[in-house]
């Protein structure tokens, strides 16, 4: 983990709400592994506030180049903040945080399920594991809210939308795309990120078909380093860290409350 | 890097500058190893201790707010005998006096964590958290009555000869009607302040956001209010001040340090920046040479003269 200020490459604005920025940081992207996250300052050099940094899953990693690329939805002034940054500025960041994904050797035929923006980290997984079979079940509220459609299919990972209105592939829910999709793919092991309903429906489906996997959770965060335990998480061993014990969990031990 | 302009005396341990982290915000000091070392710190301060494991409040426990933030972790801790086998080996490797910060449900779960931790001699102070609800009292805060906040700083005084810190909440009428009784209960040093006690609600489900409803209040936010109890408090005892709440660069640990605060603390002002601590001594070592200022004491309760 190291702080440093970061140079923005590029900034995209990729839909209503989201951005793409790509940070020169290299040691930093030296470090960084799939479903891990940066802290992003969202105040400037003269403000404290927003006081906290904001937790951004990291979406592409590349060493060679000493970059990491994000993809954010502005949700509040922290984001909001953050998203007017433009190219050329540079931004105080700390990371890479958290565990990331573990993929088992055994794991073939890989679901990854994304809710929203819950696709970036899901995306730096498969770009890490070529040799792998993923095939991506990305959901959201309406065709503008699936992002980065074009890298998913460079990157050669099939994918099947579902949206809440219909604009784009399923109408419904994307855990309902999953378990129609699974009785004929036949999964062996699922990965999803995206909001709480989602991941709870996710875990459901998988204990139904005794699937193993994970999840990678948000949550509330202060300090970003595992010090405050204000973002843990009710899980089977207790509470648990979001920040560095997760955010990605083995699928069965996060409890989600009803 | 020792530099005894900044060296200062509290409740009779030498430290080598007057910057503490504030309790609960640097665990037992590990997590923040990338950016820096205990030895950073004048003393550490510890997460809270309890006699057993507590398992905290349930989530969310944290939520910004303006310039500040809101927290109900809840004193999650594993316990002394924990304490004892994981953190006291790591803090025993580093050269800066150990504080640490004990919690409890009632006067003898106070006194039963002390007297464990009593002949551990990398611990070199104890510092009371007297915001814990009273078990035995309705669950009302030790520290907001003078005469609970006394009974349990007397019982712990007999249980140690270390140095007794007492850490006051601001949740209360006059804060220096708890600050005298605690001093002449027999604490050496006060803290403050803790956090005030507030709260925000989520539009959309119409709840509060906190999962324990009420969290303290911490961060920029609560800076002048705790500046002004400080110089309060500073008028209304002898023992030593060490002084926090919102402290964000090295010109608010100044100003609580002219108020009357012989040593300050850091706390969530770490979650804006990881490396401010070494910022805060930097902009201090900064001042005192621009003023041509021979040691930091002679700054304390400056603004009272």
Sequence with gaps: MKQTEALILERTALGPGYYYYRLLCPELADKAKPGQFIEIKASSEETLDPLLSRPISIYRINPEEGSLAVIFKTVGRGTRRIAALQRGNKVSVFGPVGNGFMLPEEAGRIALIAGGIGMPPLFSLAERYPEKDFTLFYGGRSATDLLALDAWEQLGVPYKLATDDGSAGFHGLVTSLFEREHLAAS???????????????????????????????EAYMACGVGACLGCTCATSKGYRRVCVDGPVFEISEVTFDD | MTDPRLQVNVAGLVLKNPLLPASGTYGYGREYLPFFTPDLFGAVVTKGVSTIPWVGNPPPRVYETPAGMLNAIGL????????????????????????????????????????????ISVVSGFELNISCPNVKEGGIAFGTQPDCAAQVTAAVRKATRKPLIVKLSPNVTDITAIAKAVEQAGADALSLINTLLGMAIDLRSRKPVLGNVVGGLSGPAVKPVALRMVYQVYQAVSVPIIGMGGICSAADALEFIMAGATAVAVGTGMFHDPMLPRKILDGIREFLQEEKVENIAELKGIAHR
């Design chain 2, 76 to 119: 999650q801790n594993p316990g002394v005998e924990a304490f004892i086998s994981e953190a006291i080996p790591f803090l025993e490797t580093y050269q800066t006096p150990v504080i640490v910060n004990v919690v409890g449900k009632t006067v003898e779960e106070y006194v039963a964590v002390v007297e464990r931790l009593d002949d």
């Design chain 1, 187 to 217: 999964f062996d092991y699922v990965i999803a990120c995206g909001p709480k309903p989602m991941l709870k429906a996710v875990q459901q489906l998988a204990a139904r078909f005794r699937l193993p996997g994970a999840i990678s959770l």
